[in-house]
């Protein structure tokens, strides 16, 4: 196959659909030799902010000399970001003949592997191939259940829990905690930001495990946050790093708590190889995210964010609040059917002094119109519904006035689709000057 067939032949595994286990995974790597067991590894799980603890862990490990691993999703443009080594991303020929593999001995066994089965036992053998020391390793969904589950950690972050992914992982916040405390295994020490009810459900895993469990606010500190366009910076106190003015060119209050759970998971996997001066941090936390309050135009201004869930919708807000106050926003929201859209539009349609709706190219998605009845509903008369992602730019645009600010949010599959049209003939070479 070809790597555009064999990413076509990956996405038609997803109406499969999210099957939830690791029987399947298990027999993936049995056949290829057990890879997982060949790197050491961090997990992180949590409803928000999985991806950018391990975005920054990976980049503070690189710079100290580590050869890297980082399995991350979505992507938002190319498949090949999920799987990445030293901040390079697999090649399509290295899909196309590792995913091949998998996916003909899938077809000889019978098995009927989901999309997400398919990708981890990619990644983990690619991480094997490509000799990497540490893998930095991002749940997909849940934990106790998911495909990544079945490693052996040195490490275990869980950043926080919030109501998502409720059809799979219950109705409350102490059921979706059990889920997600299930990657705490025993004598691996357990990070977290974690409060309230989802605390002590992870507290008890963890007593239950006999493990070490460091808790935010509890056993490391993070202080005197200063968030500013383009830059967030914080004092750091845990059991190894006593630091002031740490800072990444991730922004947003809410990357002040990510920045925070990275250095304390890189303290609990080797607390002296990382070096504690504030040169090599500004160098190694100097790293691009993208979709995390991503800036991709800078005239008009456009600002990308893959907000997909209440918290992450109220950390927006709060974020523009602080950086863009007196700017008119634009805002284009496009997210899916199963997501809880009437608390993403309650948080974040004040903001906007016009609402675009759209829909990504996703079975999933919600659909504009309705969107656009709710938001009414909720009292956002100026709002407007159309189909596509490259047309809501395209009103956007008609729209924005000199000082006005663009933003797409409401699903990674929008962020995505709207990078994507963003990327044309000239894009790139702008934002790079």
């Known amino acids: 196959m070809t790597y555009d067939e064999t990413v076509r032949y990956?996405?038609?595994?997803?109406?499969?659909?999210?099957k939830l286990g690791l029987d399947n995974i298990s027999r993936l790597l049995a056949f290829a030799g057990s890879p997982q067991n060949s790197f050491r590894s961090i997990h992180v799980a949590g409803t928000n902010g999985k991806g950018s603890v391990c975005a920054l862990a990976a980049s503070l490990f690189q710079h100290a000399g580590r050869r890297v691993?980082?399995?991350?999703?979505?992507?938002l443009v190319s498949f090949t970001e999920r799987i990445q080594v030293n901040?390079?991303?697999?090649?399509?020929?290295?899909?196309?003949?590792?995913?091949?593999?998998?996916?003909?001995?899938?077809?000889?066994q019978g098995l009927r592997p989901t999309f997400f089965e398919i990708t981890t036992a990619a990644a983990f053998q690619y991480f094997r191939e490509q000799g990497v020391d540490?893998?930095?390793?991002?749940?997909?969904?849940?934990?106790?259940?998911?495909?990544?589950?079945?490693?052996?950690?040195?490490?275990?972050?869980?950043?926080?829990?919030?109501?998502?992914?409720?059809?799979?992982?219950?109705?409350?916040?102490?059921s979706i905690a059990y889920e997600k405390a299930g990657i705490i295994k025993s004598g691996v020490p357990t990070v977290t930001a974690a409060r309230g009810p989802a605390l002590a459900v992870i507290r008890n895993r963890a007593r239950e495990a006999g493990t070490e469990l460091r808790v935010l606010g509890e056993d490391f500190e993070v202080g005197n946050t200063r968030a500013s366009f383009g830059r967030t910076c914080i004092d750091y106190s845990g059991t190894a790093f006593q630091m002031k003015d740490v800072c990444t060119?991730?922004?947003?209050?809410?990357?002040?708590?990510?920045l925070g759970l990275a250095l304390a998971a890189a303290e609990s996997f080797d607390p002296g190889g990382i070096p504690r001066e504030n040169a090599f941090f500004s160098r190694a936390l100097d790293l691009h995210w993208p979709g995390r309050l991503e800036v991709v135009s800078r005239e008009p201004l456009i600002i990308l964010d893959g907000a997909h869930n209440a918290e992450a919708a109220e950390a927006l807000a709060a974020s523009l609040r602080g950086y863009l106050a007196g700017r008119r926003i634009?805002?284009?929201?496009?997210?899916?059917?199963?997501?809880?859209?009437?608390?993403v539009l309650a948080?974040?349609?004040?903001?906007?002094?016009?609402?675009?709706?759209t829909a990504p190219q996703y079975a999933r998605a919600a659909r504009p119109e309705e969107l656009r009845v709710l938001a009414?509903?909720?009292?956002?008369?100026?709002?407007?519904?159309?189909?596509?992602?490259a047309e809501a730019l395209t009103r956007a645009r008609a729209y924005c006035g000199p000082d006005d600010v663009i933003v797409v949010t409401g699903s990674f599959y929008t962020t995505g689709e709207a990078k994507e049209v963003l990327s044309g003939p000239g894009v790139l070479t702008r934002l790079r000057e």
């Open 10 to 18: 990956l996405y038609g595994l997803q109406y499969v659909g999210i």
């Open 69 to 75: 691993g980082l399995f991350t999703s979505p992507h």
């Open 87 to 108: 901040g390079s991303m697999i090649s399509e020929a290295d899909v196309v003949r590792i995913a091949g593999r998998f996916i003909e001995f899938a077809e000889e």
């Open 134 to 174: 540490l893998a930095l390793v991002e749940v997909g969904l849940g934990g106790r259940l998911d495909s990544t589950n079945v490693i052996r950690p040195e490490v275990t972050v869980i950043t926080n829990v919030g109501l998502d992914h409720q059809q799979y992982l219950g109705d409350t916040i102490e």
């Open 249 to 258: 060119s991730l922004w947003g209050a809410f990357q002040a708590e990510n």
């Open 330 to 343: 634009l805002l284009i929201l496009g997210m899916m059917a199963d997501k809880r859209t009437g608390s």
């Open 347 to 357: 948080s974040l349609g004040g903001l906007a002094h016009r609402m675009i709706l």
């Open 376 to 389: 009414l509903e909720l009292g956002f008369e100026a709002t407007e519904a159309v189909p596509s992602v």
